[in-house]
């Protein structure tokens, strides 16, 4: 079974910065071969894409996010990472991390982490 575990999120003021962290593990999960992306909610919105990386590295990010917030991912720690810097009270959302290998039945889900930007 496969499981993606989001951690860093919390409270912060606008301006500030939070790092948010999503670990991989499996007895059968081979975290390079996939394409990490990181999702969001906020209340009453769909999810939309935030950021993306590519098994090869490849970065692409929606344009609210653009110069703000950094992907990138540990393939050693099977760990994906998202920098936002200079947040602000609109990137409040459970963030979601999502795995994907391209091969159907190889998709997965985190269980969410609740950022906040709030003075």
């Known amino acids: 079974q496969v499981q993606l575990v989001e951690s860093g999120g919390g409270l912060v003021q606008p301006g500030g910065s939070l790092r948010l962290s999503c670990a991989a593990s499996?007895?059968?999960?081979?975290?390079?071969?996939?394409?990490m992306t990181w999702y969001r909610q906020a209340p009453g919105k769909q999810r939309e894409v935030v950021a993306s990386?590519?098994?090869?590295?490849?970065?692409n990010y929606t344009d609210s996010v653009k110069g703000r917030f950094t992907i990138s991912r540990d393939n050693a720690k099977n760990t994906v990472y998202l920098q936002m810097n200079s947040l602000k009270p609109e990137d409040t959302a459970v963030y979601y991390c999502?795995?994907?290998?391209?091969?159907?039945?190889?998709?997965?889900w985190g269980q969410g982490t609740q950022v906040t930007v709030s003075s």
């Open positions: 999502h795995a994907d290998a391209l091969v159907p039945g190889r998709r997965y």
């Open positions: 990386i590519t098994r090869s590295g490849r970065t």
């Open positions: 499996g007895s059968i999960f081979i975290f390079s071969i996939y394409d």
